[in-house]
């Protein structure tokens, strides 16, 4: 941790760590322990904490903290302590340990506006990133004071899920680079009156997770989040809808540029036809009301056919029980036809299991007769294989 008023979030990352089982050691700068102090990162750690490189000398803490590390993450990052990083000075525990971790580093940055904007801070950053640290895009809006702006620390549970992400699987090139990709994500509201809806119970997490690894691959990634209740992941540009002709409208004017579209949102198929102006009241004689639905547009079908940008990938995913009509598989090989998309990720949801949980399993079939089994994992696990299957055709190694 570096000296920034953010430190006291970082008290809720801490518990994540360690509460999902990990050893963490607090590194803090000097001016990070102006803003929180020593004793409450010993107690949440359960650890010593130093700042400088004399304490316990015996056990050379400058070069066994950062030896011994599977992972550092620097949060909050400030400018100053990414200059130094940048430019190797080990001038306290936390620097020395930088430069003598061979694992992962991800730093979360936190700052005014100005600061991150700085030529000497966005050079910096180039360098880190460079060198193959994972420099988290600072997220929008309330800094301290009254000013607004990018810069503020991204959310615990955001840079908890960036951590586990590169733990499992180490850093990842930025091979989605150059990329501008569209994920949707959540569920849509179909409403009967001011007050009613009908909804479904997508939680967006997929989703979000597909945004999150995609903007950590280096790709410009377009959210378009269907009443999702989950805070905005780093880097991405969030437009938010909440009726199925509200994300065919973004998600269109959006895949107009995009190189690649993931349909992770669950729109809802029907819509009432008549949208009452008043809340609808009940019948004196006890008579229920029949409500009329429409068809709404469905969007990943018009969007395949229609191909808006020439050479795009379009991945739908399909939710199955399986029934008389076929297995599981056997109605996602049918869908994929039916939708015209490049890859269908097969979910079983017999037991309505994956709604609102971390995890998830599927299979990934592919228009060209390719199938992936993604073995049950985390959301963020599989958004990788969906990214991994989508850079592939980006590089052209299957034909579509
Ligand atoms: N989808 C869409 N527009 C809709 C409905 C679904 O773009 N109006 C997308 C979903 O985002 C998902 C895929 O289509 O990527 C499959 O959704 P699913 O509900 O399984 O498909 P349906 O067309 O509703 O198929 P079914 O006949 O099984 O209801």
Redesign the pocket.
Known sequence: MSGGIAAYKVCELLRRLTESGHDVTVVPTSSALEFVGAATWAALSGRPVSSEVWTDVHAVPHVRIGQDADLVVVAPATADLMARAAHGLADDLLTNTLLTASCPVVFAPAMHTEMWEHPATVANVATLRGRGAVVIEPAEGRLTGKDTGKGRLPEASEIFDIAMDVLSRGVSRPDLAGRHVVV?AGGTREYLDPVRFLGNRSSGLQGYALARVAAARGAEVTLVAANVSLPDPAGVKVVTVET?AE??DA?VTAAASADAV????????FRPTVVSEDKIKKADDGTSPVIELE?????????SHRRLHEGSVI??????TGDSQGSVLE?GRA?LT??G?DL??VNDVSGGAVFGSPDNEAVILGADGTSVDVPRGTKAALAQVIWDEVARRFAGDLAR
Not at 262 to 269: E, G, R, Y
Not at 295 to 303: A, C, K, M, V, W
Not at 315 to 320: I, L
């Open positions: 949707s199925t994300l065919h998600v993931v349909m992770a949102a669950a729109p809802a198929d068809q709404n547009p469905d969007i990943l079908r018009e969007i991945v739908g995913f399909a939710a199955e109605l869908k039916r939708k998309c269908l990720v």
